[in-house]
């Protein structure tokens, strides 16, 4: 099952992080959270990964109306958005808002997963 929509992108790491902030924002996202996983996994293990941002993307709009609907949607906020080195570049990947809150199996959900869907799939066509 897919349940990502990624992009990949030929940029210098940081630069990519940048952008992606700043595409979010266009689209009424805030980054709720900043996570740095590679320097979390060095000063937390002692362990060398590849540069891997997460980070927390919420819609506060979007989101009330979810909650006004769904009161245990919170569990799956904010969405996650990740970049990260490849080998080839830099990859920017989002979650699948139709995949995640299909779990809820509450159909009244389903215009909110798709208007997330098609802000993501601006994000990364900005990039």
């Known amino acids: ?3 990502t929509m990624r ?5 210098e790491f940081d630069m990519v992080v940048e952008k992606t902030m700043s595409a979010l ?5 805030g980054v709720l959270c900043d996570i740095d996983v590679q320097t979390t996994f060095a000063e937390k ?13 919420c819609n506060p709009q979007l989101a009330f ?7 245990e949607l919170g569990a799956l906020l904010p969405c996650n958005v990740i970049v990260y080195e490849t080998d ?6 989002a979650v699948d808002p139709k995949q995640l809150v299909g779990i809820t199996e509450n159909p009244n959900l ?18």
């Open 25 to 29: 924002e266009e689209e009424g996202f």
């Open 1 to 3: 099952m897919d349940y």
């Open 65 to 71: 109306e979810g909650l006004a609907d769904e009161i």
């Open 45 to 57: 293990l002692d362990e060398e990964f590849r540069q891997y941002r997460i980070l927390g993307a």
């Open 7 to 11: 992009k990949q992108v030929d940029d």
């Open 110 to 127: 389903d215009s909110i997963s798709q208007e997330v869907a098609d802000r993501f799939e601006r994000v990364l066509d900005e990039l």
């Open 88 to 93: 080839d570049g830099v990859t920017v990947s």
